[in-house]
Nanobody, 128 residues
Framework: QVELVESGGGSVQAGGSLRLSCAASGASVRTTYCMAWFRQAPGKEREGVASIWTFLGTTYYTSSVTGRFTISRDSAKNIVDLQMNSLKPEDTAMYFC????????????????????WGQGTQVTVSA
């Protein structure tokens, strides 16, 4: 059973930066995972923001964050980070870390329904 705990959310002004961290426990060292960050704003669907395959480090970003967000992993510490720069008010949402066994399927975007393991979420608020 994989457990995920997010940290690093908060409030920032537009143009600022935040770094989210996702600490994973219970993962098998013999298994590769797709780790992803999703976000959900009130009244909107959960959106896949970025993903990374723990085996090769292959990354994916949704178009609205490309060039501003960076997902990375520290395999030794079982941590996946999301560095968010040049934040915009439309980035305001609850951000969730998620994991699934195997590689990342990104055709058509990262789908929340593919992921088995979820963190509790961390709030990111960007003011204009």
């Amino acid at each position: 059973q994989v457990e995920l705990v997010e940290s690093g959310g908060g409030s920032v002004q537009a143009g600022g930066s935040l770094r989210l961290s996702c600490a994973a426990s219970g993962a098998s060292v013999r298994t590769t995972y797709c780790m992803a960050w999703f976000r959900q704003a009130p009244g909107k669907e959960r959106e896949g923001v970025a993903s990374i395959w723990t085996f090769l480090g292959t990354t994916y970003y949704t178009s609205s964050v490309t060039g501003r967000f960076t997902i990375s992993r520290d395999s030794a510490k079982n941590i996946v980070d999301l560095q968010m720069n040049s934040l915009k008010p439309e980035d305001t949402a609850m951000y969730f870390c998620a994991a699934k066994v195997g590689g990342c399927v990104v055709s058509g975007g990262v789908m929340w329904s593919d992921f088995s393991y979820w963190g509790q979420g961390t709030q990111v608020t960007v003011s204009a």
